[in-house]
């Protein structure tokens, strides 16, 4: 299915804005807003009485996730804040020893850096890998050497908008026995992903950006296998078995993913997240990444006919939803300040400035961009 961008019923316009800015954090749906309403006026209605509601909400929003990374198993979700808490579960939670080596690439948000560098008191050895040559893939494989422990990088770079081939580096990976971390906050929501064929052990991403939802809710992914492998370091009620008995003194940690999941869930981003990803699923993520690459071309057609040096690769496999790019004669600080102005939500990044567009993006939101260029 399909709504015409230009007038798309979720996504209002307005007239002084121009929102090219997904990357970043997006605007919500309608019905999201409606389903954040309705939890607030039940709440201050009624409070807690139908929990039990909430917790069918909740499980839905699992099978979303779960759908949207691939069809996974729901017991191998958990609902985590944000990716940073995410990779830090995962970086405090392995075994090190020193010597041991993280791959990253030079490219990374500090979500996916700074964990990493912080086990540096243990001993382990962040490699840093740069992507700024004709084959990134094989330049992240190269990196590999028998003291690599984990390979964690971002499916879609932030400030570039490179797209990797994961399936490609997590084939390597799991060969070679390593493990392979996924950071998908720029992919998920704008592209279909697919868990099982990435060779992914972990996939981790905060829900506010293509996903279309609030900050302060994000999915962590943990493949049953690795799950064990993974010590935990914070406890509380709800990451135990039979989390509902509280009277229990003898108690067990949960055999699935919610055993990173410490105490009460984020309810309210739960019925937020939850009601976004309904529209993605109604529309189809084949859809959605139609719809998104026509916009991104759009772009990018328009950029080159004024002359605007482009950052982000031109090649289709090479793009998600970002195009960062920089106009001669002007510093990117400039042109981002002047666009400001204009009304045009966007970013300074990766050394231009950043447009990050939605399915939904009206072609002439995008043409009221580029006339301020």
């Excluded at 996916?112 to 086990?119: E, K």
């Excluded at 006919?305 to 004669?329: C, H, K, N, Q, Y």
Aim: hydrophobic share 40%; glycine share 8%; aromatic share 8%.
């Amino acid at each position: 299915m399909s709504t015409p961008a230009s007038d798309h019923p979720e996504f209002p316009q307005q007239d002084d804005l121009i929102y090219l800015n997904h990357a970043a954090v997006a605007p919500w749906p309608e019905r999201t807003r409606r389903a954040v309403q309705a939890f607030a006026d039940a709440n201050c209605q009624v409070g807690a009485r139908d929990y039990p509601h909430w917790l069918k909400v909740e499980q839905r929003l699992r099978e979303r996730l779960a759908w949207l990374i691939g069809n996974v198993a729901t017991d191998e979700i958990a609902l985590l804040k944000n990716t940073s808490e995410g990779l830090s579960v995962i970086a405090q939670g392995l075994p090190w020893q020193p010597g041991d080596q993280v791959v990253i690439s030079d490219q990374e948000f500090p979500s996916n850096r700074i964990p990493w560098q912080a086990l540096a008191n243990q001993g382990v050895e962040v490699i840093e890998v740069g992507l700024g040559v004709d084959d990134p893939e094989q330049a992240v494989i190269d990196a590999i050497t028998p003291s690599t422990r984990l390979v964690s990088l971002s499916a879609v770079q932030y400030g570039s908008g490179l797209q990797m081939n994961m399936t490609r580096i997590g084939q390597a990976c799991r060969a070679r026995d390593i493990l392979f971390c996924v950071d998908a906050i720029q992919i998920l929501g704008a592209q279909p992903f697919d868990t099982n064929e990435a060779c992914a052990d972990f996939v981790v991403a905060d829900g506010h950006k293509w996903m279309l939802g609030p900050e302060g809710l994000a999915l962590f992914y943990c493949r049953k296998e690795v799950q064990p492998r993974l010590t935990l370091r914070q406890h509380g009620w709800h990451m135990i078995a039979n989390a509902g008995d509280y009277s229990q003194h003898e108690w067990q940690v949960a055999d699935n993913a919610k055993r990173f999941e410490c105490g009460s869930p984020n309810m309210l981003g739960i019925h937020a997240l939850e009601a976004s990803l309904s529209l993605l699923q109604d529309i189809g993520m084949a859809e959605v990444e139609r719809e998104l690459q026509a916009r991104v071309q759009y772009l990018i057609d328009g950029l080159q006919e004024r002359g605007a040096t482009l950052i982000s690769a031109m090649a289709p496999e090479r793009r998600a939803g970002i195009v960062t790019f920089r106009l001669p004669d002007e510093s990117p600080s400039e042109t981002f300040q002047r666009l400001k102005k204009g009304g045009v939500v966007c970013a300074e990044r990766g050394g231009g400035v950043r447009f990050s567009p939605h399915f939904y993006t009206a072609f002439s939101v995008i043409d009221r961009a580029l006339a301020l260029l």
